[in-house]
Nanobody, 120 residues
Framework: QGQLVESGGGLVQPGGSLRLSCAAS????????MGWYRQAPGRQREPVAR???????LYEDSVKGRFAISRDNAQKTLYLQMNNLKPEDTAVYYC??????????????WGQGTQVTVSS
C-alpha cells in the first residue's frame, strides 16, 4: 500500500520557523490534491492548507501570511514553510493526499504525523 512520510517537525521558539516535508511512496499515484492538517491535544484534527494539481491553494485563516504550502509534483513531495510560529501552532501535523481511481472515485492517504512544538 502507498505511504506518506512526514519530517521536519521539532521544538522552536515563538517567532521562529520550521519547514515540514511529506514524501509519497511509489504506491501512491494519480494524486490530484495534497494538504496539511494538524491536531492539538484535546482538539479535533483541522485542515491547515491545501494545494491542487491545478495550483489552487487554500489556507486556514489563522495561518494566512505566515505559512506557505508548495508541492513538487514530479517527486510527489509536499512542503509547508511555517514562519512567525506561535504557541497556538503547537500540534501534530499530518500530511494528506487525495488520489483518483478508476470510475471517478478517490483514495485518501494519511501520514503518521510530525510533532511541532512552539514554546519559549
Amino acid at each position: 500500500q502507498g505511504q506518506l512520510v512526514e519530517s521536519g517537525g521539532g521544538l522552536v521558539q515563538p517567532g521562529g520557523s520550521l519547514r515540514l516535508s511529506c514524501a509519497a511512496s511509489r504506491g501512491v499515484s494519480n494524486i490530484y490534491s495534497m494538504g496539511w492538517y494538524r491536531q492539538a491535544p484535546g482538539r479535533q484534527r483541522e485542515p491547515v492548507a491545501r494545494i491542487t494539481n491545478t495550483g489552487n491553494i487554500l489556507y486556514e485563516d489563522s495561518v494566512k501570511g505566515r505559512f506557505a504550502i508548495s508541492r513538487d509534483n514530479a517527486q510527489k513531495t509536499l512542503y509547508l514553510q511555517m514562519n512567525n510560529l506561535k504557541p497556538e501552532d503547537t500540534a501534530v501535523y499530518y500530511c494528506n493526499a487525495l488520489a483518483s481511481v478508476a470510475g471517478g472515485g478517490s483514495l485518501t492517504y494519511w501520514g503518521q504525523g510530525t510533532q511541532v512544538t512552539v514554546s519559549s
